[in-house]
């Protein structure tokens, strides 16, 4: 099994910035695709960005230029820098990840959340 754990959300200013943080833990063998979903009450899980185990990223055009996507593969952790945050940004994060393993079993992974409030 394996276990995603968010950290560093909070509530800022609209123009601030917060970075969110996901570790992945477990019997691991290999992360394909690593991603931020979120989702506000009465709405579906919408993707915010994604990222690739070469590197290679997909931010929705709603982001573009002020959230960036990056990863560490050697500790299998992905963060989420989200600059010039705006009230419409406030959701919760979910972390997500795809991957296999270390027994050969696929699998799909969300963690449990972290909520962004951007307010004055």
């Known amino acids: 099994q394996v276990q995603l754990v968010e950290s560093g959300g909070g509530l800022v200013q609209p123009g601030g910035s917060l970075r969110l943080s996901c570790a992945a833990s477990?019997?691991?063998?290999?992360?394909?695709?690593m991603g931020w979903y979120r989702q506000v009450p009465g709405k579906q899980r919408d993707v915010v960005a994604v990222i690739g185990s070469s590197g290679n990223t997909n931010h929705v055009d709603s982001v573009k230029g002020r959230f960036t996507i990056s990863r560490v593969n050697a500790n299998n952790t992905v963060y989420l820098q989200m600059n010039s945050l705006k009230p419409e940004d406030t959701a919760i994060y979910y972390c997500?990840?795809?991957?296999?393993?270390?027994?050969?079993?696929?699998?799909?992974?969300w963690g449990q959340g972290t909520q962004v409030t951007v307010s004055s």
């Open positions: 477990g019997s691991i063998f290999s992360i394909y695709v």
């Open positions: 997500y990840a795809v991957g296999r393993q270390s027994w050969g079993a696929d699998f799909d992974s």
